[in-house]
């Protein structure tokens, strides 16, 4: 340790000022821990600021139940997450839950939206889900278009205004004390339990606790610190139309019209990379998806494209865990941050100070991926 350095010092040192790591960070601060939020910039790949907004638990964790659980966890908390930002922040997060619809344009499709959802009932229990056919779709969406011969539909679904969840966050986790540090690339964290140092260029910052929730430089800070957290990107490129009349109040998989009255149209995914650029052929592929979804899009003015990159484990479902050789190190990684910021800042939080593991997380260690059994992909 360079002795000419003078040294910050906290209770929990947060790497990463994203979605992930403002909502763990704001849980902490709000328990009263001092705690230090070290941050590189978003300004790359856009990961927190490029989403789409869905509080979305719907298909999630098909093949792994308890992801299925924690999401709906996530979701079930989020009206008071809500509160309490407002509260701390005075920044009205926009969430609305009045259910979301995920649209089908086969009859196959359809089939095996019911399959897969009877699946996650059958297993979790509380998870309730519609399915209904074209004339029942058109009935709660009167302007759904003639390709979508039906959708699932569950009351648990939502959506947030994500830039301004991500400021509620930084000005909550504020209000109870958090300290900010922009621009810093973490080159090395030393250290054993209750003693962590981590380093960034001529600054030092020490704690007995540590979270990584960098996104995708997750990878090699977790080796530092005995951990494995093999991330990479996956790409989703999102549409931006002008602001039109309310007509969606609803969130749906592809489409969702946001607070502010601009249209919202994604779900694509592609390994491509750090590339975060658009292409043509994707965004034309989302755009027609759209139409055919509502055809009054049809006429609608594009205004903003952009693409983001989410980060994926290789099974597709987060990893959360403990060191076992640096007690007090912690890896939280995910790449659904507005879904579940409710259970990172009420849940996630307390675990870090000392309290029981949630049980749900028993299975999202990075040891996992060790073997050669690989998970189905979790979307």
Request: charge should be neutral; hydrophobic fraction near 40%.
């Amino acid at each position: 340790m360079n002795l000419s350095t003078t040294a910050v010092n906290a209770d929990v040192i947060v790497i990463g000022g994203g979605l992930v790591g403002t909502a763990v960070a704001y849980g902490l601060a709000r328990s009263g821990a001092r705690t230090v939020v070290l941050d590189q910039g978003d300004d790359a790949f856009r990961a927190s600021r490029g989403n789409f907004g869905l509080v979305w638990v719907q298909g999630k964790g098909y093949n792994l139940p308890d992801y299925a659980r924690w999401t709906r966890s996530s979701a079930q908390r989020w009206s008071a997450l809500r509160d309490n930002l407002l509260q701390d922040s005075g920044v009205d997060v926009q969430l609305k839950q009045p259910g979301g619809f995920h649209m089908c344009f086969s009859d196959e499709e359809l089939l095996e939206r019911q399959q897969r959802l009877q699946v996650l009932q059958d297993v979790v229990g509380d998870y309730p889900f519609e399915m209904l056919d074209a004339a029942e779709l058109k009935a709660r969406l009167p302007l759904i278009g003639k390709a979508v011969v039906g959708a699932s539909y569950t009351p648990q679904d939502g959506h947030v205004n994500p830039l301004k969840l991500l400021r509620a966050l930084h000005g909550s986790a504020q209000a109870h004390g958090a300290r900010f540090q922009g621009g810093v690339q973490v080159d090395r964290i030393e250290g054993h339990a209750g003693d962590f140092r981590v380093s960034a260029g001529q600054q030092q910052f020490c704690a007995p606790r540590i979270v990584l929730a960098a996104g995708l430089g997750n990878p090699g800070l977790a080796r530092q610190v005995g951990l494995h957290a093999p991330v990479a990107p996956n790409r989703g490129q999102v549409l931006v139309s002008e602001r039109v009349q309310p007509f969606l109040d609803y969130p749906t998989i592809n489409v969702r019209q946001t607070d502010e009255g601009t249209v919202q149209l994604g779900d694509s995914m592609e390994e491509v990379g750090f590339d975060d650029s658009t292409s043509r052929e994707v965004l034309s592929a989302i755009a027609q998806r759209g139409v055919a979804t509502f055809p009054l899009l049809r006429d609608v003015r594009l205004v903003r494209a952009w693409g983001a990159l989410r980060v994926m484990s290789p099974d597709g479902f987060p990893i959360y865990q403990q060191s076992l050789t640096h007690p007090g190190a912690f890896v939280i990684t995910c790449h659904s941050g507005v879904t579940l910021a409710a259970a990172h800042a009420l849940r996630i939080a307390p675990w870090i100070m000392g309290a029981a593991q949630p049980d749900e997380l028993a299975v999202f260690n990075g040891e996992r991926f060790l073997t050669d059994k690989v998970l189905a992909h979790a979307h």
